[in-house]
């Protein structure tokens, strides 16, 4: 079993929407997780950390849930730049183990 | 800014020839550095683990001879395509993080065309 599995989409919300995506994992030891965005021909860029008390970040709210062992990440007011490709990870070290899902694809649609 | 640099951005070569690639981290030590390479609409596969002041660790079906792995530094890393092909036409991508609990950061990645 892969250490973090995705839903590869794709979603495609309008404008404004509230969507959320989830990954659950398979090392119940993990004690944190990181969000990337990935944009069609670019690398993955860091978009939030989630801990054990989650965390918000304006439209953006990432949770950790350690019973079910998922990750959550919640877009409120979904803007047309919110257009991306959204990765779950798990810390650097144990990224041996991890050969990134396909990630969940979102489209926003004007 | 940028913590993981990569470079060049992107190569143009004919096949046949070899290529390198570099991975610096900018602002902290890494021991371990990855590669990865990502067809179009495909997922990050992780091609090696490089390790500083020893092999690199390659995943199955990734020729250890073909695509070289240099870790030489605690900021440096370089992955060199040797006689490359088309088919080796990708976007690799280098990641490093400073501690085992820190995220990944992704240098910008290389674009490689082979004609």
């Known amino acids: 079993r892969k250490e973090v599995e995705q839903d590869p989409g794709p979603f495609n919300v309008p404008e404004g929407a509230t969507v959320a995506f989830n990954c659950t994992y398979s090392?119940?030891?993990?004690?944190?997780f990181f969000w990337y965005r990935q944009d069609c021909r670019k690398e993955p860029k860091l978009l939030m950390s989630v801990y054990s008390s989650g965390n918000e970040d304006g439209r953006f709210t990432a949770q950790l849930n350690r019973a079910s062992q998922y990750i959550s990440l919640l877009i409120r007011d979904s803007k047309l730049s919110d257009s991306a490709t959204y990765l779950c990870a798990p810390p650097g070290g144990s990224a041996r183990q991890l050969t990134f899902g396909s990630g969940t694809q979102l489209t926003v649609l004007p | 800014g940028a913590v993981v640099s990569q470079h060049p951005s992107w190569v143009i070569c004919k096949s046949g020839t070899s290529v390198k690639i570099e991975c610096r981290s900018l602002?902290?030590?890494?021991?371990?550095m990855f590669w990865y390479r990502q067809f179009p609409k495909q997922s990050l596969m992780l091609m090696a683990t490089s390790n500083e002041g020893s092999k690199a660790t390659y995943e199955q079906g990734v020729e250890k001879d073909k695509f070289l792995i240099n870790h030489a530094s605690l900021t440096l890393s370089t992955l060199t395509v040797t006689s490359a092909h088309p088919e080796d036409s990708s976007f690799y991508i280098c990641s490093a993080s400073g501690t085992d609990n820190s995220p990944l950061h992704f240098g910008n990645g290389t674009r490689l065309t082979v004609t």
């Open positions: 602002d902290f030590q890494a021991t371990t």
């Open positions: 090392n119940s030891a993990s004690q944190s």
